[in-house]
């Protein structure tokens, strides 16, 4: 794991902005290019590197967010760099397009897409009008027609939940988001806040007071929490279940601030295993998505369409749970 002070010395700044931009401190005010800067850096000393054979194409990474949205969700950012490193690997030409730049999308000389983020079925109609090669990475528009890489929340959910429920937790909350396709057609149904519900109704643990739904992001995580304290007071549930790292570090921090203790009164689990989730205080429990190789992942099996594959594939990466000081 790479230390503060390198990710410091990389990126060109002081100790004390990255250990506090990596915390998503809200007294700090620094440029969305030196957030960017650090949370690459970040990324990137984490990554293990391979060499491997070479090919010659050029693909498009169209994001379903914009640039800035991705500095407030570092899931797809580092989705995007495992992409990007797996096609330097390959000599495999890459260009950017942010949602906000689609309108300035020119495909001519692109062999293929990889789409990354929650596409709706018209919008991946719409993209196969430039290339027949889509790659779709967490989400899986149409299993039938197009490539895809995803992850399976819902066991991963269960995963979370066997996890705090074998530490002897019985009141469990949920703190979790709700996304729309960017087209508007629809709200998207989230696995975690789903399964969450179902299995812990399974085992007579569900109770609707204790889940709390805005969207996924720290601001919104930090203020659910702080709602929560103010409802439940002492009878605040034992466990959090986050529905990603950064409510996750949202929650932490209304918890500091109402000198709740954690993990000692209250356990808190992530999910994803962002690249700062180590560097939070208490380093965080999470679930960890394979979020690198779900980006090398994408550009193998475009790789695979090129050389003429013609039956789709969905391919699910398995998740690990990683246990920190958030919780025990």
Same mark, same amino acid.
């Given at each position: 794991?790479?230390?503060?002070? $390198?990710?410091?010395?990389?990126?060109?700044?002081?100790?004390?902005?990255?250990?506090?931009?990596?915390?998503?401190?809200?007294?700090?005010?620094?440029?969305?290019?030196?957030?960017? +800067?650090?949370?690459?850096?970040?990324?990137?000393?984490?990554? +293990?590197?391979?060499?491997?054979? *070479?090919? *010659?194409?050029?693909?498009?990474?169209?994001?379903?967010? *914009?640039?800035?949205?991705?500095?407030?969700?570092? %899931? %797809?950012?580092?989705?995007?760099?495992?992409?990007?490193?797996?096609?330097? @690997?390959?000599?495999?030409?890459?260009?950017?397009?942010?949602?906000?730049?689609?309108?300035?999308?020119?495909?001519?000389?692109?062999?293929?897409?990889?789409?990354?983020?929650?596409?709706?079925?018209?919008?991946?109609?719409?993209?196969?009008?430039?290339?027949?090669?889509?790659?779709?990475?967490?989400?899986?528009?149409?299993?039938?027609?197009?490539?895809?890489?995803?992850?399976?929340? $819902?066991?991963?959910?269960?995963?979370?939940?066997?996890?705090?429920?074998?530490?002897?937790? @019985? @009141?469990?909350?949920?703190?979790?988001?709700?996304?729309?396709?960017?087209?508007?057609?629809?709200?998207?149904?989230?696995?975690?806040?789903?399964?969450?519900?179902?299995?812990?109704?399974?085992?007579?643990?569900?109770?609707?007071?204790?889940?709390?739904?805005?969207?996924?992001?720290?601001?919104?995580?930090?203020?659910?929490?702080? @709602?929560?304290?103010? $409802?439940?007071?002492?009878?605040?549930?034992?466990?959090?279940?986050?529905?990603?790292?950064?409510?996750?570090?949202?929650?932490?921090?209304?918890?500091?601030?109402?000198?709740?203790?954690?993990?000692?009164?209250?356990?808190?689990?992530?999910?994803?295993?962002?690249?700062?989730?180590?560097?939070?205080?208490?380093?965080?429990?999470?679930?960890?998505?394979?979020?690198?190789?779900?980006?090398?992942?994408?550009?193998?099996?475009?790789?695979?369409?090129?050389?003429?594959?013609?039956?789709?594939?969905?391919?699910?990466?398995?998740? $690990?749970?990683?246990?920190?000081?958030?919780?025990?």
């Amino acid at each position: 794991m790479a230390t503060i002070k $390198e990710i410091a010395e990389k990126a060109g700044v002081s100790i004390a902005t990255v250990s506090r931009v990596l915390n998503y401190d809200p007294s700090l005010s620094v440029t969305d290019e030196t957030r960017k +800067k650090i949370f690459e850096v970040a990324e990137e000393l984490s990554y +293990k590197k391979r060499t491997v054979r *070479t090919s *010659t194409s050029k693909i498009a990474i169209i994001h379903w967010y *914009t640039e800035k949205e991705e500095l407030e969700d570092l %899931y %797809y950012m580092s989705i995007r760099f495992g992409i990007e490193e797996r096609c330097q @690997q390959l000599d495999i030409q890459v260009v950017n397009y942010f949602y906000n730049d689609l309108g300035n999308v020119k495909l001519e000389a692109i062999q293929g897409i990889i789409a990354v983020g929650k596409f709706s079925k018209q919008q991946a109609e719409t993209l196969a009008e430039f290339t027949e090669h889509i790659v779709f990475v967490d989400c899986s528009p149409d299993e039938d027609r197009y490539d895809s890489v995803v992850i399976d929340f $819902e066991a991963a959910t269960k995963k979370i939940l066997n996890y705090l429920i074998e530490k002897g937790h @019985q @009141q469990i909350g949920y703190i979790g988001g709700r996304e729309k396709f960017k087209d508007e057609s629809s709200e998207i149904e989230d696995s975690r806040d789903k399964t969450f519900r179902s299995y812990l109704e399974e085992k007579n643990l569900l109770n609707e007071d204790y889940v709390y739904i805005k969207t996924f992001s720290v601001n919104d995580g930090y203020s659910l929490m702080k @709602q929560a304290i103010k $409802e439940h007071g002492e009878d605040l549930p034992t466990a959090f279940f986050a529905g990603n790292d950064l409510m996750a570090i949202g929650c932490i921090r209304a918890l500091h601030e109402a000198a709740i203790p954690v993990p000692q009164r209250v356990n808190i689990v992530g999910i994803n295993d962002i690249s700062v989730s180590k560097y939070i205080y208490p380093e965080l429990t999470t679930l960890k998505v394979y979020t690198e190789l779900m980006g090398e992942t994408a550009v193998d099996l475009f790789i695979e369409r090129i050389a003429d594959r013609k039956v789709a594939k969905k391919i699910f990466i398995a998740t $690990e749970l990683v246990i920190r000081k958030s919780s025990f």
